[in-house]
């Protein structure tokens, strides 16, 4: 079993930034492939990026250029947010998997293990 727990979010204007955070612990090695989702009210989850098991970073192209995924030795996840938007108002969540080569493409159902997310609220 994997836990994984987010923090960080919180609530800012727009242009300003915001670093989440996922702690993992449990059965969790540096192979597994570990990544942000986020979900607004009424809309479906949607992968924001992360990091493949590979090592490669990627990102959705509507947070290319804004948003920094990385990772530290203990298997910390964090997202460093910056000119947040309006938009990305949403609950961000944490997902793990055992093994991927990219994580765009994959959705809720290719991931075994999800934190319980975080609230990030932008203000225009």
């Known amino acids: 079993q994997v836990q994984l727990v987010e923090s960080g979010g919180g609530s800012v204007q727009a242009g300003g930034s915001l670093r989440l955070s996922c702690a993992a612990s449990?059965?969790?090695?540096?192979?597994?492939?570990m990544g942000w989702f986020r979900q607004a009210p009424g809309k479906e989850r949607e992968v924001v990026g992360g990091?493949?098991?590979?090592?490669?970073t990627s990102y959705a192209d509507f947070v290319k250029g804004r948003f920094t995924i990385s990772k530290d030795n203990a298997n910390t996840l964090y997202l460093q947010m910056s000119n947040l938007k309006s938009e990305d108002t949403a609950m961000y969540y944490c997902?793990?998997?055992?093994?991927?080569?990219?994580?765009?493409?994959?959705?809720?159902?290719?991931?075994?293990?999800w934190g319980q997310g975080t609230q990030v609220t932008v203000s225009s």
């Open positions: 990091i493949a098991s590979v090592g490669g």
């Open positions: 449990g059965y969790i090695d540096s192979r597994y492939c």
């Open positions: 997902a793990a998997r055992p093994w991927c080569t990219v994580i765009l493409g994959m959705t809720r159902a290719d991931f075994s293990y």
